[in-house]
């Protein structure tokens, strides 16, 4: 799951990217609204998590924008404004869900799990390629009806081939659907992480395409 968060208290943000990541989600952290205006693939993310009190934007104005775009991208309010009526105006504007400041971390995760559930979903689909089965809610793959572990980057690397069959993703699409804007991939992780993939699943199952990148090809 790629969540885009924006917050603006660093202690607030630091804390949810860190509990977020810890638990297999991928975390954009902007601290102001302003940096929205250069985020212009919003499908590429699961979920926002939106501060309403940002220093330059109320982050109602930010809701309004989203949904007056058409965008369906489900959004998730963290605010201190624990008053009934700002509750009922963020919902009224298109939110998906409210969370009072202060917050149980736990509380957090769980409803982002259940609005990424929620979202209709070819994302939460039980996903088919060959003999291979991806269950996203219950995070599980199978192939040739045999159950097959994996960790969560490369579970969610496969998911995003078999999303994406066909099609030449490059290195830099791969890294960023894995770790974000935030550049902490080493040099070899995303190498490491196909490599499992082959290594469970098969080695002709992922195709390199030198110099660019990796191909799941078309059933």
């Not at 969560?152 to 791969?174: M, S, W």
Request: glycine share 10%; proline share 4%; charged share 30%.
């Amino acid at each position: 799951m790629r969540i885009l968060l924006v917050e603006d208290d660093p202690l607030i943000g630091d804390a949810i990217r860190a509990r977020l990541t810890r638990a297999g989600m991928t975390v954009d952290w902007l601290e102001n609204g302003a940096s929205l205006d250069g985020v212009t693939e919003m499908d590429a993310f699961d979920l926002m998590v939106l501060d309403l009190g940002l220093p330059d934007r109320d982050g109602l104005e930010i809701l309004r924008e989203q949904r007056e775009g058409g965008h369906g991208l489900p959004i998730l309010i963290l605010s201190a404004r624990y008053e009934l009526d700002s509750r009922v105006r963020g919902l009224d504007l298109g939110a998906d869900d409210y969370l009072v400041k202060p917050f149980a971390m736990e509380e957090l995760m769980a409803r982002c799990r259940a609005l990424a559930r929620r979202r209709g979903d070819r994302r939460s689909e039980v996903l088919q390629y060959r003999d291979l089965r991806i269950d996203p809610a219950a995070f599980a793959v199978q192939r040739g009806g045999e159950n097959i572990a994996l960790t969560p980057k490369a579970f969610a690397l496969l998911r995003l081939f078999i999303e994406n069959q066909g099609r030449v993703l490059t290195r830099h699409a791969l890294e960023e659907h894995l770790y974000g804007w935030s550049g902490e991939a080493e040099s070899n992780t995303l190498e490491v992480f196909v490599s499992q993939i082959r290594r469970k699943l098969g080695p002709d199952l992922i195709q390199t395409i030198r110099g660019v990148g990796y191909m799941l090809p078309k059933d």
